[in-house]
């Protein structure tokens, strides 16, 4: 069964274009988002890379750390960085881990049901589902999870949106609603009476009985 809403993610330790990592140690007290590949080199993937790195400074101010993880070597990742900012002009500052052994892809098993791996010879195609986004928690625990096929890029503003929505829900009773961001109002959890709600957020507006909106509280 692959991992699932709350489980604890995998520790692992591997090499990575910044060195030697220990995934539960780097994550500390941050949320950290994996988004995994597989191969280096190819178009797609490039286009994604090259997003994450224009978008660190955005993950920095949430707390939040970028892995990349790619079935090839450190070596190739190194290679294919130069590559990464030349296409988005902005550094690929963020550690891309070896996943060549596919440990980190089968312990958060993001490989194809029917995969069948050749020991020589391994395309993209083999690896295809490793293609999947985690976010995860300062608890270690998977908070969110994306799997895209391999002919659709990401869309990073909606991975940026949904990590602010993460954050934004984490250990309070309201929610999001359909294509919320921040500063939009919040959805009251049907938990929280309708006095209590109104005393804690201030007016409600309520749509129906079980929907009743709020401004988000600030932070």
Known sequence: MGLRINDTAPDFTADS????????????????????????????CTTEFGAVAQLVPEFAKRKTKVLGVSVDSVADHEKWKRDIEAFSGAPADFPIIDDSSLTVAKAYD?????????????????SATVRTVFIIGPDKKVRLTMTYPMSVGRN?????????AVQATDGVPFATPANWVPGQDVIVALSVPTDQATERYGQLDIKLPYLRFAKQPKA
């Open 110 to 126: 993001m490989l194809p049901a029917d995969y069948y791996l050749p020991t020589e010879g391994r395309t993209p195609a083999h």
């Open 17 to 44: 274009t910044a060195g030697s990592l220990s995934f539960h140690d780097w994550i500390g007290d941050s949320y950290a988002i994996i988004f995994s590949h597989p191969r280096d080199f190819t178009p797609v």
């Open 156 to 164: 990073f503003a909606e991975i940026l949106r949904a990590l602010d």
